[in-house]
């Protein structure tokens, strides 16, 4: 089913031949060294939601590491292909629409393609989506790059009734075109096969550039021409700076302007004559007509042929409905909580079981200092180990599930004016589910959000989530010695007061909100890599950040105490925890072991108290009250270093000192109302 | 044209928004004027083509009455924003303030309001949508940097045009204007909207929520505050 037969390409080395051996693409045996000691790079590019990570888990298999883009918080995906003797570089850049400079995501990704130079660019893209994902593909081919077309998802577009001519669009391209269907695993091998070749022979690929209207061609080539005598030396093509200047890219023009003010201002007078002509903004023209030639080819090789409602399209009503669109949201959501605490009961039960085997896991606060530190340190790898890997793990990968699925997509439509109230958009639906996870992968999440603001907001509203460890507190403390019915009470005014704390933040931080413009992309049955990979990513960040913490904390913490150090804390806070919210004396030092881990305040609640029967000591209106604030009142230390990592020191510090302040000002308030109501 | 001409065709454009048709009662209690009046001033404004008015069947605009009613909301709803906005009068206060100003205010000053305040979009006491202005300018942006003596020297557009966050689910029309900040018009544009494309509304989420149009064989979601600053030219399934 090879379609790329061009001969020119085919091969200045008798390692490669189209349909020759192949190894496993996911085979971990390292394969020889490269074939001729070059070593290649093959970027994928293209849309969001076109089947660019499943692709990027196929080339590469496990060998990935996924990390920032140097000083931007813009995940950087990258692998190793190991192919007839090839070992590539694979790196999956951010899924864009375009390359303005509207987001970081975009930016990284042209500077990545002009500075880098891969040896070849595989562009995804979407068969069903055909319009929008060519008007991409088009400014990749003003890049300048070797390219090969991946046309994934022929699967979607066959259920839509759409046929797609791909050898058409390779000629009228000039580059290959592999149709693929990639869940599936389909064109796979034909797609690594091909791109090899165009990476090392890349300069026969240049594809056929995309002329405009005579008078906006005529203009990129004379400012192209400009921009060549006057030798700039810039990364970048001159086709395409001549484009970007046109467009009025600030960068761009800040990035030329350094060198020569004149082909800026050349360009500016250029830009002016076509926006005269056309009378319309000179960005909106070559929108408009590189638009154009993308529908001009989508319509020249696709063929629609039967006009059906597929089963998407009735999801699609169903889950946007009116009513059933918020139903499907609440059991989505609801689902996965449920789920999560099933099964997390079901193994982390088991897990510290086994381990209690080895030690006790309850918190030790007495006896020699060797035993009070061991212990801490093995409570904290126990906490770790019962918390993250039956309760995360299971939360992550239904979570994962439904996101590939396109469900969460809809969530976020049908939310989108709840987030506005709070300075959000619907986007900001899947950081803040994340949360009742774990709040530290739902902090880095926060980047789904366009803005600095947005994110702040976003990672505020987070800190208020309650997480598995919060979640522990309130089944240990309420649900257990009050009833079931005040802990989900909890839940829904935790919702109530985030939505609250939203609004106020909204006020205090200082900015425009930016609205939802978001693809609603076809549903799909979740990808089982994209969903392994997604899980294991965020479950990384938590192994990597949350569990030194617990364990180290831990030990230091139960040390102190048992050194005497800590006793002080429990008179010096008596203010706030004994006149102002009512609670027990030794709350205070309870609190303080909240700040490590959050579920320490029940399970140190047993040594102290010397008893599991909390009820003896605490009153019912106690028990909820400081289930209460325990969920609110500061942020955990690994949450906190999150905060700061993506923020720096003072938001974080803000978040923290809100996330206090509200604890202790509603707590007060819930304390004289508890009053009130037992 | 008269003041109370004025009145009449903006009640009637706030009136009639939906598609619905006016009766004589509302037109009566919303300009606090007695109901025979209303008769008589109807048949007038008949007469000179700008409402279609049968008796006792309740009135329309023509599409003429329409652009006329959609200036003078605009003003209206321009001053209200400007006295809120800027001069912090309260939201009671600034419709019989803005009512009383609007039938001095030129379009040139009108212009400069808009710009002075952002080219605004809801109107500050009951969040109304300001209708577009009628100038031939193809963005916001072109119509801060013009420079030119009087706005006699600038097209008008022919056709109305309505927002898409006023359109209902399966209605049509063709991309005719962004207003707002270029970041969100480029933004549009490189997701497809590019002036004269086709798009249809899929679905509107409930309680003013987002809508999704089904634009190049794709489908969008745009956050209503970004759908009321997107205009179309509305076209018949």
Known sequence: MSLWKRPQIKLGSNNLAIGGSCHSTTTTKKGKKSGNGQSITIALAGNANVGKSVIFNHLTGSHQTIGNWPGKTVERAEGILHFDGYDATIIDLPGIYSFSTFSLEELVTREYIAQEKPNAIINVIGASVLERNLYFTLQLLDMDTPLVICLNQMDIAKTKGITIDAKKLEAILGVPVIPAVASRGKGIQELIETALDVARDGHNTRGNRVKFSDAVESRIEKLAGEIESQQLNLDYPSRWLSIKLLEDDSEIKKLVGLKSESIVSTSETMAKEIEDGCKESCFSVIASERYSKASQIAADIQRQETVKATFSDRLDWFTTHKVFGYITAFVVIAGLLLWTFTVGNYFSNWLSHLLSFFESTNPNLTGSMKAVFWNGAFGGIVAGVTLVIPFVVPFYLVLAAIEDSGILTRVAFMFDNFMHRMGLHGKAIIPLILGYGCNVPAIYSCRVMGTRREKLLAAFAITFVPCTARTIIILGLVAAFVNIWWALALYAIDLVIIFALGRIALRVVPGKSTGLIMEMHQFRVPSLSVVGKQTWSRTKSLIFMVFPIYVIGSAAVQGLYALGWLGPVNHALSPITVTWLGLPLITGILLVFGLIRKEMVVLALVPLLGTQHFNLFLTQPQLILLAFVSMLYIPCIATISALVKEFGWKPAAAISVANLVSAIVLGGIAARLLALAY | ?237
């Open chain 2, 1 to 237: 044209m008269s003041k109370s001409t004025e009145e009449y065709l903006e009640a009637l454009y706030t009136l009639t928004k939906d598609g619905e048709t006016a009766s004589t009662t509302a037109i009566s209690k919303r300009l606090k004027v007695a109901p025979a009046s209303v008769t008589e001033m109807l048949g007038k404004l008949s007469n000179e083509g700008y409402v279609n008015y049968q008796p006792y069947q309740g009135v329309t605009l023509t599409p003429e009455g329409f652009k006329m009613a959609e200036k003078m909301a605009r003003k209206h709803r321009l001053l209200e924003r400007f006295l809120h906005d800027m001069l912090g009068i309260g939201k009671t206060m600034v419709h019989d303030e803005a009512c009383a100003m609007e039938h001095a205010l030129s379009d040139e000053t009108a212009r400069a309001l808009c710009q002075t305040l952002k080219h605004p979009d809801k109107c500050p006491d009951d969040g109304n949508l300001i209708p577009p202005c009628d100038l031939q300018f193809s963005s916001c942006e072109e119509c801060r940097k013009w420079r030119g003596g009087s706005l006699e020297q600038v097209d008008r557009r022919k056709e109305n045009i309505v927002s898409i966050s006023t359109l209902k689910e399966r209605e049509e029309g063709k991309i005719a204007f962004v207003r707002g900040d270029n970041k969100v018009l480029r933004r549009l544009l490189d997701m497809g909207l590019t002036p004269g494309t086709k798009i249809r509304i899929s679905r509107i989420a409930p309680l003013k929520g987002p809508v999704e149009i089904a634009v190049r064989g794709s489908k969008l979601a745009l956050g209503e505050e970004i759908a009321c600053n997107v205009f179309v030219e509305k076209t018949a399934n």
